[in-house]
T-cell receptor, first 114, second 114 residues
Framework: DGGITQSPKYLFRKEGQNVTLSCEQN?????MYWYRQDPGQGLRLIYY???????QKGDIAEGYSVSREKKESFPLTVTSAQKNPTAFYLC?????????????FGPGTRLTVT | GENVEQHPSTLSVQEGDSAVIKCTYS??????FPWYKQELGKRPQLIID?????GEKKDQRIAVTLNKTAKHFSLHITETQPEDSAVYFC?????????????FGAGTQVVVTP
């Protein structure tokens, strides 16, 4: 189902706890991305990575952290510093080449923090 | 940075009628413009894209037009069907962003009524 997976589908956490969302792809894509989706606000970029061991902050990186130790994996940690972490989180991957390419999205993780 | 505005935020059409969604972008260096469709509870999926060296592209009932001078592009859906009901996102990226970073619009909720 698309070659990019996210787990779990639903995640519940108490306020003050860090939580890590998983993202794995077998598409041999170099680039990977994390987006946050809130109603009426579209897709906002949290972090992105062009290559292993390198990643960059997106538009809303505060309160989040990532790692890219393997080409296939790009986990996202939502820390207790994130003020409003309840949201739908989408991971994506793409080839890297001049001019832009299709991004393939995972099924998403819905995080609820209470 | 790039800013993409999308209108309308909601669009209700009668089955069989046409639907048009418009996006404007701010960075004249942008040259790749994809459109994604997200059905309820599903992941976004690419439905059509256009590059800046082309003014129009069609794929069956959907088409995208690009006006580089005015910096806007539009999605046209003809003969709408109930399965066209979804949220549609436009996006833009630049050739200099070799890893394919996209800036998304806020989305348009399309409802096709039988």
């Amino acid at each position: 189902d698309g070659g990019i997976t996210q787990s779990p589908k639903y995640l519940f956490r108490k306020e003050g706890q860090n939580v890590t969302l998983s993202c794995e792809q077998n598409l041999n894509h170099d680039a990977m991305y994390w987006y946050r989706q809130d109603p009426g606000q579209g897709l906002r970029l949290i972090y992105y990575s062009q290559i292993v061991n390198d990643f960059q902050k997106g538009d809303i990186a505060e309160g989040y952290s990532v790692s890219r130790e393997k080409k296939e994996s790009f986990p996202l940690t939502v820390t207790s510093a994130q003020k409003n972490p309840t949201a739908f989180y989408l991971c994506a991957s793409s080839k890297t080449s001049l001019g832009g390419y299709e991004q393939y999205f995972g099924p998403g993780t819905r995080l609820t923090v209470t | 940075g790039e800013n993409v505005e999308q209108h309308p935020s909601t669009l209700s059409v009668q089955e069989g009628d046409s639907a048009v969604i418009k996006c404007t972008y701010s960075d004249s260096a942008s040259n790749y413009f994809p459109w994604y469709k997200q059905e309820l509870g599903k992941r976004p999926q690419l439905i059509i894209d256009i590059r800046s060296n082309v003014g129009e592209k069609k794929d069956q009932r959907i088409a995208v037009t690009l006006n580089k001078t005015a910096k806007h592009f539009s999605l046209h859906i003809t003969e709408t069907q109930p399965e066209d009901s979804a949220v549609y996102f436009c996006a833009a990226s630049k050739a200099s962003d070799s890893w394919g970073k996209l800036q998304f619009g806020a989305g348009t909720q399309v409802v096709v009524t039988p």
